[in-house]
């Protein structure tokens, strides 16, 4: 089983840049492939990004156009978002996911979550 825990969010100014951090424990994380996900006030559930076990596969949101970078660190069990050029539009609750099933897009493949940690873009 693992467990994931997300720290890093905040409140940011428009243009501006945080790095959310995920860490795992229970097990090691080198054959789980890693995601972010984020939560918008909608309720939607939105693919950020995501990194393969293996650090090979990246993937990426088609909002984030070269905003974010996804990066892992399995020797750490931690797995990275830097996020710059902040919007508005970005501001969601994020979760770290992992699945050892093969990457995908889709929430419902997903079995390991953590409790998410909110981002809030505003003047």
């Known amino acids: 089983q693992v467990q994931l825990v997300e720290s890093g969010g905040g409140l940011v100014q428009p243009g501006g840049s945080l790095t959310l951090s995920c860490v795992a424990s229970?097990?090691?994380?080198?054959?789980?492939?890693m995601a972010w996900f984020r939560q918008i006030p909608s309720g939607e559930r939105q693919f950020v990004a995501a990194?393969?076990?293996?650090?090979?596969?990246?993937y990426y949101g088609e909002f984030v156009k070269g905003r974010f970078t996804i990066s892992r660190d399995n020797a750490k069990n931690t797995v990275l978002l830097q996020m710059n050029s902040l919007k508005p539009e970005d501001t969601a609750t994020y979760y770290c996911?992992?699945?050892?099933?093969?990457?995908?897009?889709?929430?419902?493949?997903?079995?390991?979550w953590g409790p998410g940690t909110q981002v809030t873009v505003s003047s």
């Open positions: 229970g097990r090691a994380l080198d054959d789980v492939n």
């Open positions: 996911a992992g699945t050892t099933n093969s990457f995908t897009y889709r929430t419902t493949t997903y079995e390991y």
């Open positions: 990194i393969t076990w293996s650090g090979l596969g990246i």
